[in-house]
């Protein structure tokens, strides 16, 4: 079932995440409705915060981004980035490795905001899989950018909070839009 991706504004987006004890058939359930949703939107990612369920459990998938390049190791080894995808992480945990650079960023909670945000070229990744399994790889290049602005999802942080000064200066009016159209949103549904 496709859901409903939460709007910049919603309180739900700066929650951290609950951790998963157990891979039930609801965090499965969940699991399929996030890719279907996040298929539907044509994202690369998306975290539980994002439907409106504080966990830890982000999806992800690179493979329809062709023009910039992810990589992954596993187990020091170099592998084919799509042999792992698509992708559940849940509890992640990350180490981020490298140098800071800067790239282009979207996020499905933001609709036509884009913004450039420096991150760590490679991230080191410690999770559990859609079966609970503990699973461990290097990501880099898209794939690393992608995972590390999930995770900050998880811990309710947004792109916005990593966009130096002056883009977010710049990007402020659309912000601000974007944000008081979410609290109008909400306080029509609880009226109702
Ligand atoms: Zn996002």
Excluded: W
Excluded at 147 to 166: C, N, S
């Amino acid at each position: 079932m496709i859901l409903e991706v939460v709007k910049y504004g919603q309180p739900v987006l700066r929650q951290k995440g609950a951790k998963i004890t157990t891979v039930n058939a609801e965090v499965k359930h969940l699991i399929a409705d996030m890719f279907e949703t996040m298929y539907a939107a044509k994202g690369i990612g998306l975290a539980a915060q994002q439907v409106a369920h504080a966990v830890q459990l982000t999806v992800l998938d690179v493979r329809a981004v062709t023009d910039r390049p992810s990589t992954i190791e596993v187990a020091g080894q170099p592998a084919e980035v799509a042999d792992h995808m698509p992708l559940v992480l849940i509890n992640p945990e990350i180490k981020p490795v490298g140098d800071p650079i800067v790239g282009p960023e979207g996020c499905l909670s933001f609709p036509e905001i884009y913004g450039d945000i420096s991150r760590p070229e490679f991230v080191e990744v410690k999770a559990l899989n859609e079966k609970g399994k503990p699973i461990s790889f290097k990501a880099g290049g898209l794939l690393a950018r992608a995972v590390q602005h999930e995770f900050d999802h998880l811990h309710g942080l947004l792109f916005i909070d990593r966009m130096d000064k002056k883009t977010k200066e710049e990007l402020r009016p659309e912000l601000d839009a974007l944000q008081a159209e979410t609290k109008a949103r909400l306080a029509l549904a609880k009226k109702k």
